[in-house]
């Protein structure tokens, strides 16, 4: 025979959490700003590499500042215009990331 229970007798049970709650309700989203930063084929290895490497902000910096020293030592006399604005805006962009990081490190001082 099967078990048959009337309301609010026997097997009830009921968990009340209200963190579970919200989370279910919005999708796991705590904060008021989440950042998703894509989808990654293995999100461990790319935390690790945020964790011991670097930031993103970082290493963009380092790949610009290689970039920067590759085209101090390249001829761009015979480029076309468009490529000469494209790494003039490039440098520009550089030199105002530097300006900036100073004028943050005197404002520290």
Request: net charge neutral; glycine share 8%; charged share 25%.
């Amino acid at each position: 025979m099967p078990n048959f229970y009337l309301p609010l007798s026997g097997n009830v049970r009921q968990d009340i959490n209200p963190w579970t709650w919200w989370t279910r309700i919005s999708n796991g989203q705590l904060g008021f700003i989440n950042i998703n930063m894509g989808k990654s084929s293995d999100p461990a290895l790319e935390q690790q590499i945020l964790d011991d490497v670097g930031s993103y902000g970082r290493q963009i910096g380092q790949l610009g500042d290689a970039l920067e020293a590759v085209l101090s030592h390249m001829k761009t006399d015979t480029w076309d215009p468009d490529a000469k604005e494209a790494v003039e805006a490039f440098k520009f962009q550089l030199a105002e990331i530097r300006r900036l990081k100073r004028s943050r490190a005197d404002s520290k001082a």
